[in-house]
């Protein structure tokens, strides 16, 4: 169905008024009002000067002042761009009508504006015809986590502010009342007619859409101050404010921790969520290779994917174990996470050219983490997506080549912890070839699993892909070798190799004699076992003998780790116990009968 749109440029007796059948609300996931004191004079000295010399009761001009982007809610109206005018007009409002009310004897211009001005702050009741509760406010601000909320809802409601507040609500509702004073000392007559030209003359463009995505869509295309909301922003106040009171302080806790620990591993939470959303859609059978923005899948519906789900900070804690465990941040308390060879093929699989390789890794943790033989069918399972994933990238590195693969495979996960892998076959006769000269996005997902057969410790953080013959090389060096030649000969897998950062900066250009007292140096041990070798000089002939070599190794890897997932799919799987087994288990460890 396609998104309803209504655009049409509105007074603001026009526009404030349609509060009285669907008030103003500034949603959870907007930020907190932060107009300052030249925002407030700009803004009430451009509306003066023109209803001074273009506006007023005796001109016909307007004053524009910006589109209000919102999102019709039902009962309310969700200001999605343009909070921080609509929220200062209502402060401004507040203002004049404060001083109105006050004036002793009051004039019939002054009654009239009174009239007019009540009904776009508080609701009229539709039997009596006037106001009967000044509680009853047509602009409500919810932004989660800030006590201005209540400040605002004080304000419109009695018409006054503390002096000596700090925060903007306050500060701006005082600041407008002092240029009332100020400009009604000075120049008495004009008064009304800045009222008039406000109410009438001032023009605002409300653009209203009928879902929140188009809304947020319309938003991020008009909008370029400032940053954008994020869906992350959006999620945590949906989530928010369908919480109980109690329970919300919990939550923005639990969210704060989340956020930290996500950005001490160079994640964040809007991916969480993206990453999530493949889970869920695995759950649901959902195979479809047109992925959904995270906003649009899980606002659909009212958002009951997220509504429906009260454990899912804590789902996406536990995807976060995956890349707390492997960069050693925190302590995640699992047994898989201490397992080397787990880590290392984590790591390995983080080199590969997208984020594909992630959603089945997250997928088989939440839905079979707390099984018995969790650790053993991990390993074989990450072991089993590296073969697939790599030999496919290398015959067509593309993302298409295992997209519908991987959403298949993401379904399988969900019914089985020795799930099927169903991707095309590739060409084994070019595989050698393939693994020679990689495409460059995968030599560190090769070089990673070449290093691991020899160590136990995973890499260290910074390190580079090192050529052994250099890229800049001496003409003099070689004798009836084309360069074309060279340049390929240097691309090889077999002249590369894992070297830390600093040690690569100091190693340069140099050639192999010279290479050798940085390679003794190095952590990584395919790299230090370089300089133990004999030869004084490193040629061509010297990489093809190394890329035979590292083939034979990586089919042999490849075979291995293959066939090792092919017997374990053929061994029965265990069952766990029962939910009455673990029962009697903890009754009898409670009367000290088993440890």
């Known amino acids: 169905m396609a998104a309803t749109i209504s655009v049409h440029k509105q007074s603001v007796v026009q526009l404030l008024g349609g509060g009285q059948e669907k008030p103003f609300v500034i949603p959870e996931y907007q930020r907190p009002y932060a107009w300052n004191r030249e925002q407030i004079e700009t803004l009430f000295e451009d509306l003066w000067e023109f209803a001074s010399t273009r506006g007023g009761s005796k001109r016909d001009g307007t004053y524009f002042l910006g589109s209000v982007v919102s999102y019709d809610n039902d009962q309310t109206q969700e200001i999605i761009d343009g909070q921080q005018r609509i929220t200062s007009l209502y402060l401004l409002l507040r203002a004049i009508y404060t001083k109105l009310v006050a004036i002793p004897s009051k004039t019939e211009e002054a009654e009239n504006f009174i009239s007019k001005t009540e009904p776009l702050i508080w609701r009229v009741d539709k039997l009596k015809g006037k106001i009967t509760d000044r509680g009853d406010i047509l602009f409500t601000s919810r932004v989660i986590n800030n006590e201005g909320n209540e400040i605002l809802r004080n304000i419109l409601k009695t018409g006054q502010a503390d002096p000596k507040a700090k925060d903007n609500y306050s500060k701006n509702y005082i600041i407008f009342q002092e240029l009332l004073d ?64 109690e329970e919300k302080d919990a939550f923005i806790n639990a969210w704060k921790e989340l956020d930290s620990d996500a950005a001490s591993v160079s994640e964040n939470i809007q991916q969480l969520f993206y990453y999530y959303m493949f889970y869920i859609r695995a759950t649901e059978d959902d195979k479809n290779t047109t ?19 009260p454990d899912i900070l804590e789902e996406l804690k536990r995807i976060l174990n995956i890349w ?21 093929i984590l790591d390995a699989l983080s080199s590969y050219p997208n984020e594909f390789w992630k959603y089945p890794v997250i997928i088989y943790y939440l839905v079979h983490g707390s099984e018995p033989d969790f650790g053993k069918n991990y390993l074989a399972f990450l072991r089993k997506l590296y073969v697939e994933l790599l030999t496919r990238y290398l015959e067509m590195p593309t993302v ?57 410790d995973l890499l260290p953080d910074k390190w580079e892909v090192e050529h052994i013959l250099p890229q800049k090389w001496q003409s003099t060096y070689f004798i009836n070798t084309d360069d074309d030649t060279i340049k390929e000969m240097i691309e090889h897998i077999g002249n590369k190799l894992p070297f830390e950062k600093k040690l690569n900066i100091v190693a340069g250009n140099g050639y192999f004699t010279k290479k050798k007292t940085e390679y003794a140096k190095s952590t990584i041990a395919i790299t230090k076992a370089m300089a133990e070798l004999p030869a004084d000089e490193w040629k061509l002939d010297s990489i093809e003998d190394h890329d035979k070599a590292v083939v034979a190794k990586v089919r042999e890897i490849l075979k291995r780790w293959n066939d090792e997932y ?30």
């Open 566 to 595: 092919t017997a374990q799919q053929q061994q029965p799987q265990q069952a766990g116990p029962s939910a009455e087994e673990l029962a009697m288990i903890e009754k009898f460890k409670a009367n000290g009968w088993v440890k």
């Open 182 to 245: 100020e400009h009604s000392v000075k120049d008495p007559l004009m008064v009304y007619d800045f009222v008039y030209a406000l109410l009438y003359q001032a023009i605002m463009l409300p653009i209203t859409a009928d879902s929140l995505e188009t809304a947020l869509t319309i938003f991020q295309t008009l909008n370029d101050r400032g940053l954008p909301l994020s869906d992350a922003d959006i999620f945590k106040a949906k989530i928010y404010n369908h919480l109980k009171d």
């Open 400 to 456: 298409s080549a295992v997209k519908s693969d991987i959403l298949k495979l993401n379904v399988e996960i969900i019914n089985t912890a020795k799930p099927k892998f169903g991707f095309k076959p590739v060409d084994d006769a070019g595989l050698d070839a393939r693994i020679i000269t990689p495409n460059s996005k995968v030599v560190k997902m090769i070089l990673k699993v070449l290093a691991y057969e020899e160590q136990d």
């Open 324 to 344: 707390m465990a492997l960069y050693n941040k925190g302590d995640v308390e699992e047994e898989w996470a201490k397992d080397k060879n787990i880590l290392q």
């Open 291 to 309: 992925t959904p923005g995270a906003r649009k899948y899980y606002s659909d519906n009212k958002f009951v994917r997220l509504l429906s789900r």
